[in-house]
């Protein structure tokens, strides 16, 4: 199992470190006490499982040899990186300034700046043992997820998740979809009654489809804007991105189309498809 620890100052980015985390596939949790760390390690399926943790000054042992301790201990049972962000304490201050929050050292009756300092103190053990120290001074959110992404994946791309959904018009359309694409145009295997029984993935309305040069057109059309595109999304830091295909019923061009289209960006991304009108789908 992996385990990713997030640790840094206060204000240097940690919970925005944890959100890119979640987008690439890590289960990731925030504030988890210390004490609890390696029940919480123990509980876990270990089995191709990724996990992310902040450790901060919120639930850390002020000691720090506890803090040695209990990451060498775990070191003995998962496969650890520790990620470690922090910035100048003039730009935490202005942060802290922004936002009106309390340091959680606040409660020890220390100024703001007094409070990082010691903060600072405290959690040179897990900074000493960071595989990766970003200085988040200057960077905006973008930098951060990209410089995150570039050290965990070895790339600033997204591992982009394409659903593509089929659905019928004469029903509601799909709220979620990023694009949609009317195929109503097409030629349309209702009209034909030994077809009428049949789906966009049955083969007689595959034959059907397939014998006509506008559907194959229409499917190369929507595929090349798609490969110009798709790239331009990736390095734009985007998960996924939906793309519905609809014609009147949502039952026999949108389903094929959508099948077709979808088969052709499998072996380069992340596929789903879902038949909004198709039963059991």
Same mark, same amino acid.
């Given at each position: 199992?992996k ?5 840094g100052?206060?204000?240097s980015?940690?919970t925005?470190?944890?959100h ?5 596939g890590?289960?990731?949790?925030d ?5 609890l760390?390696?029940q919480?390690?123990d509980t ?8 992310a943790?902040?450790?901060d ?10 803090i ?8 003995n049972k998962? *496969?650890?990186?520790?990620v470690y962000?922090?910035?100048?304490s ?7 300034s922004?936002t009106?929050r309390?340091?959680p050292l ?5 100024s ?7 903060e600072n103190?405290?959690?040179q053990?897990?900074?000493d043992r960071?595989a990766l120290?970003? *200085? ?7 930098n951060?997820?990209e410089?995150l992404?570039?050290?965990l994946?070895g790339?600033?791309?997204?591992n982009l998740l394409i ?11 799909p709220? *979620? ?7 109503r ?6 009209w034909?009654p ?6 966009? %993935?049955?083969q007689?309305?595959?034959d059907y489809?397939d014998?006509?040069?506008l ?10 804007l ?7 999304l990736e390095t734009n ?13 949502g039952?026999?061009?949108s ?10 960006f499998k072996?380069k991304y992340?596929?789903?498809i879902e038949?909004?009108? %198709?039963?059991?789908?």
């Amino acid at each position: 199992m992996k385990l990713v620890i997030i640790s840094g100052r206060s204000g240097s980015g940690k919970t925005i470190a944890l959100h890119v985390l979640e987008d690439l596939g890590y289960n990731c949790i925030d504030g988890v006490p210390f004490q609890l760390l390696e029940q919480l390690i123990d509980t876990v399926d270990a089995k191709n499982n990724k996990i992310a943790i902040s450790l901060d000054i919120r639930n850390l042992p002020t000691k720090a040899a506890e803090i040695e301790q209990l990451l060498s201990s775990l070191k003995n049972k998962v *496969d650890i990186e520790i990620v470690y962000l922090d910035a100048i304490s003039s730009e935490l201050i202005r942060r802290y300034s922004e936002t009106r929050r309390l340091h959680p050292l606040s409660k020890q009756k220390l100024s703001l700046s007094q409070a990082l300092e010691l903060e600072n103190e405290l959690l040179q053990p897990i900074r000493d043992r960071a595989a990766l120290a970003i *200085d988040t001074t200057t960077l905006s959110i973008h930098n951060l997820n990209e410089r995150l992404k570039i050290h965990l994946q070895g790339t600033a791309k997204s591992n982009l998740l394409i659903i593509f959904q089929s659905f019928g018009f004469k029903y509601k359309h799909p709220e *979620d979809a990023d694009y949609i694409f009317d195929v109503r145009f097409l030629p349309n295997p209702h009209w034909i009654p030994e077809l009428q029984k049949y789906t966009g %993935l049955d083969q007689p309305v595959k034959d059907y489809l397939d014998s006509h040069n506008l559907v194959k057109q229409t499917i190369n059309q929507i595929e090349n804007l798609f490969h110009s595109w798709l790239p331009h999304l990736e390095t734009n830091n985007r998960n996924y991105v939906t793309i519905a295909i609809g014609c009147t019923g949502g039952k026999h061009r949108s389903v094929y189309v959508a099948e077709q289209i979808a088969a052709r960006f499998k072996t380069k991304y992340q596929v789903q498809i879902e038949h909004k009108c %198709l039963k059991g789908q």
